[in-house]
């Protein structure tokens, strides 16, 4: 028997790519770092630890598995899952950057 290891970490960023085979799921965390000037602002870095990639049926099962089990999260603390203020205005767009470029990578049937 073989044994698998399993790796733990902590997250609280995340970005998503996307080709024509595949989606990128790449996990993280934001920190502050000390100004490299004394008495300057501290920089808010994103610190980029591990990417998944998926096939898109893969992709499509974890969507679902993810949903089903925040549903159930839900339903136990019996109140929703709030996201902060302005979390939904940063990723406006997200979906529309997607798509494009995955029609630019995708390429034209040839003409006949």
Known sequence: MTAVKVLFGYSNTFRVRASPGDFGIA???QTELPSATPGGPDQIVIIDEVEIALTPIALKLLQIAVNDNLEAFEAATGK???L???VLEQMTGQKERLKAALVAQV???PKT
Do not use: C, E, H, R
């Open 27 to 29: 996990f993280g965390y």
């Open 80 to 82: 929703p899952v709030d």
């Open 107 to 109: 390429p034209s049937p």
């Open 84 to 86: 902060p203020q302005g």
